[in-house]
């Protein structure tokens, strides 16, 4: 681990103006992620901004309905919090599929959506990977890579790496929308479905976040109601990135929302592909996963997709 400075923010506003003074600086609270991205190199931030005495680590009910998830509340508590778990359930769901109980007991919201992928290649600083190295090549697409784990869908030539987070996948499908600060005091809301960026010619750049911009919260929308679920298929029963993961919102008109995590760089979810619900799974994944462009070894991720949105689907009607 290479060397850096240390400061503890006392304020988001102060944060911010730290980090804005800094282009090489860093928001660091659970820090499951970004520590051990430092201490392979991946990660060499020169200054560290400890934000866990900012507050936001409340969850409060909005005036419309909906939640107010401070960036910094832990994915333990939120997902065991009583109306995250009465009105959200996919939330609860997914939280608790992802990681492990120690790991939980210190990640927090933020720090989950920024979480950067867990590509074999991008962690192996022997390999190319533009993600990682911008213009070195993705060793993913090479002949013989191995790609089980990596995108189907919204990926480029220059990158098929995934996004990682379980989270993330149920706050898409609930219409979460991320409340930020950056250090001259400006606010802005940034809708979950705009907040990440497709690998394009660019895939080191994976949020709209500008240098030193703070997450200070997710708000949800008022509640769906309806069946919520959330199944992730995985190689190991636990502590494994999703081959494929489905969040499903279904109503009792057979109506309902759909994303899937595992396929691609973001919590992949179409609303035309929604409306295909009443015609069943192959419906809604053939047009959720139209454009798809796998590779050999990770084809078989649309037939899982399929699968596993059938069984839910037959769950969800009894």
Same mark, same amino acid.
Request: net charge negative.
């Given at each position: 681990?290479?060397?850096?400075?240390?400061?503890?923010?006392?304020?988001?506003?102060?944060?911010?103006?730290?980090?804005?003074?800094?282009?090489?600086?860093?928001?660091?609270?659970?820090?499951?992620?970004?520590?051990?991205?430092?201490?392979?190199?991946?990660?060499?931030?020169?200054?560290?901004?400890?934000?866990?005495?900012?507050?936001?680590?409340?969850?409060?009910? +909005?005036?419309?309905?909906?939640?107010?998830?401070?960036?910094?509340?832990?994915?333990?508590?939120?997902?065991?919090?009583?109306?995250?778990?009465?009105?959200?359930?996919?939330?609860?769901?997914?939280?608790?599929?992802?990681?492990?109980?120690?790991?939980?007991?210190?990640?927090?919201?933020? *720090?989950?959506?920024?979480?950067?992928?867990?590509? /074999?290649?991008?962690?192996?600083?022997?390999?190319?990977?533009?993600?990682?190295?911008?213009?070195?090549?993705?060793?993913?697409?090479?002949?013989?890579?191995?790609?089980?784990?990596?995108?189907?869908?919204?990926?480029?030539?220059?990158?098929?790496?995934?996004?990682?987070?379980?989270?993330?996948?149920?706050?898409? $499908?609930?219409?979460?929308?991320?409340?930020?600060?950056?250090?001259?005091?400006?606010?802005?809301?940034?809708?979950?479905?705009?907040?990440?960026? $497709?690998?394009?010619?660019? /895939?080191?750049?994976? +949020?709209?976040?500008?240098?030193?911009?703070?997450?200070?919260?997710?708000?949800?929308?008022?509640?769906?109601?309806?069946?919520?679920?959330?199944?992730?298929?995985?190689?190991?029963?636990?502590?494994?990135?999703?081959?494929?993961?489905?969040?499903?919102?279904?109503?009792?008109? *057979?109506?309902?929302?759909?994303?899937? *995590?595992?396929?691609?760089?973001?919590?992949?979810?179409? +609303?035309?592909?929604?409306?295909?619900?009443?015609? *069943?799974?192959?419906?809604?994944? +053939?047009?959720?996963?139209?454009?798809?462009?796998?590779?050999?070894?990770?084809?078989?991720?649309?037939? $899982?997709?399929?699968?596993?949105?059938?069984?839910?689907?037959?769950?969800?009607?009894?």
């Amino acid at each position: 681990m290479r060397s850096f400075s240390y400061d503890r923010a006392t304020s988001p506003a102060e944060a911010a103006s730290m980090a804005a003074g800094n282009p090489a600086a860093k928001f660091i609270a659970g820090g499951t992620n970004l520590l051990d991205l430092m201490k392979l190199e991946i990660e060499a931030p020169q200054h560290l901004i400890d934000v866990n005495g900012i507050g936001l680590d409340q969850i409060e009910e +909005t005036d419309d309905g909906g939640l107010r998830i401070g960036a910094l509340v832990r994915n333990t508590d939120l997902a065991a919090d009583e109306r995250v778990r009465r009105d959200y359930g996919v939330l609860t769901r997914a939280l608790v599929a992802g990681a492990s109980g120690q790991l939980r007991n210190k990640a927090t919201t933020a *720090g989950n959506l920024l979480q950067r992928t867990r590509c /074999p290649y991008f962690y192996d600083t022997n390999m190319a990977c533009n993600k990682r190295a911008p213009g070195s090549g993705c060793t993913a697409l090479m002949e013989g890579a191995f790609s089980k784990q990596l995108g189907i869908i919204g990926t480029s030539d220059n990158c098929i790496a995934t996004h990682p987070s379980d989270m993330a996948i149920a706050l898409r $499908l609930l219409d979460a929308v991320v409340e930020t600060t950056n250090g001259s005091g400006a606010t802005r809301e940034i809708p979950l479905e705009d907040f990440y960026a $497709l690998p394009g010619d660019t /895939p080191e750049v994976e +949020t709209i976040l500008e240098p030193g911009e703070l997450i200070t919260a997710v708000t949800l929308p008022a509640p769906l109601g309806g069946v919520q679920m959330y199944h992730k298929v995985r190689d190991r029963a636990s502590y494994a990135f999703a081959l494929v993961s489905v969040a499903l919102v279904l109503q009792d008109d *057979g109506t309902g929302r759909v994303a899937l *995590g595992g396929v691609a760089p973001q919590p992949w979810r179409m +609303t035309e592909a929604e409306a295909e619900l009443p015609n *069943g799974a192959a419906a809604v994944i +053939t047009r959720l996963l139209d454009g798809a462009n796998p590779t050999e070894e990770n084809a078989f991720k649309i037939t $899982l997709a399929e699968r596993t949105l059938a069984a839910m689907l037959a769950e969800a009607r009894g």
